[in-house]
């Protein structure tokens, strides 16, 4: 985090850096392409709707405003207790990237959601926040960049499997909260929701692959069924193009 968007000093402070990685199959047609045919992952993650409701989907997410969606996270574990944050990420799709057809994303609006947002979404547990969370001030910090991995994509055991495509995100997360001293003075408070954040990102890829995977491939389907030849009379975004350059 630049010194621009430090926390406040007083704080407490959780910081994760991991990278999220969801395993997909493309046809072999597109496959052989390396990224270059017009049904190709990389087209698919240009356009980052086609993404957010499927990896999302346990939670809750809408577009609240162009290249702009609210995400609700339900269930994030921490010691004793059950979390429910949300988020506005933003889309940047004039930003610079460090992956070739990568998109960048940025939130600096997280906070816990209310209890009607929660009570309304499907699924929704018993909240349980510790004493005091509510009245948090909360400081954040989020940068992402969604990519496309090639070659060694997939991952078994943790380790990276040759011959794999996968669908990444880089993930930066900086959290910060007048978190009250009752909860400070309890041992490895901070290291504790660091761990919390990052078990959450793991649930999230790992409940999302099969959604993402069928919505992948009826993408696909959608748009000419997986050849190399034109998009199926879709039109294209800018950033659909370059993605295929």
């Known amino acids: 985090v630049s010194s ?5 000093a007083h704080f407490m402070r959780f910081d994760v850096v991991k990278t999220l990685r969801v395993p997909v199959s493309e046809p072999a047609a597109v496959r052989r392409g390396a990224g270059g045919s017009a049904e190709s992952l990389e087209r698919w993650i240009a ?6 409701g499927v990896v999302f989907d346990d939670g809750g997410v809408e577009e609240i405003a162009p290249n702009l969606w609210r995400v609700l996270v339900l269930r994030l574990g921490f010691l004793d207790w059950e979390l429910c944050p949300e988020f506005d990420l933003a889309i940047l799709p004039d930003a610079r990237t460090k992956h070739a057809s990568g998109v960048r994303m940025r939130s600096d609006a997280l906070r816990l959601a209310s209890e009607a947002r929660v009570a309304a979404t499907e699924n929704a547990p018993r909240r349980r926040a510790p004493p005091g969370f509510a009245e948090m001030t909360v400081w954040s910090d989020i940068e992402t960049e969604l990519y496309v991995a090639r070659g060694t994509g997939g991952l078994d055991g943790g380790g990276a499997v040759k011959g794999t495509t996968a669908v990444c995100a880089d993930l930066r997360i900086t959290v910060a909260a007048d978190v ?13 929701g660091e761990a919390a954040i990052s078990s959450s990102i793991d649930g999230v890829g ?3 692959r099969a959604r993402v995977q069928a919505a992948y491939e009826a993408w696909v389907e959608d748009r000419g069924g997986g050849g190399d030849g034109d998009a199926g009379g879709v039109p294209e975004t800018a950033a659909e193009t370059a993605a295929a350059q």
Do not use: T
Not at 4 to 8: F, G, Q, S, Y
């Open 4 to 8: 621009a968007r430090a926390p406040p």
């Open 47 to 52: 356009r980052p709707e086609n993404v957010m």
């Open 180 to 192: 009250p001293w009752g909860l400070r003075a309890i041992p490895f408070f901070q290291n504790a």
């Open 206 to 208: 790992k409940s999302a």
